[in-house]
């Protein structure tokens, strides 16, 4: 059998959310710690609304495919209930942020960021 990267599982599992919930993620960066996504949805949602349903479908993904993992994270949780949230308007234009989510993960030590088009 041959194992996915968690980042692939991750990327497979949010293909329906723009035709289930609305939610289109254009862009997924992985570094070390975190990951950076560039998502677009309807007002109808909060933020927080929309960071728990990507995190809790990724997470029962995660747990489905690869479930050895449960055993290495502290508390058997995959994320944490951190995260932070801008929007384009504020930080500035979807340009600016895809350059910034590619330019995660690009110190010396950590090349481990792969930028996907979903």
Sequence with gaps: MIKRKNSDVIIEAM??????YAIEV???????????????FLSKYSEGQVIRLIKSITAREIFKEVPEIKRELWGGEFWTDDYYFATASGRGDRKVIEKYIEEQGRGDDVKQLRLFEL
């Design 15 to 20: 293909k329906g959310f723009k035709e289930r």
């Design 26 to 40: 254009s862009h997924a960066g992985f570094d070390k710690n975190h990951v950076h996504f560039l998502r677009k």
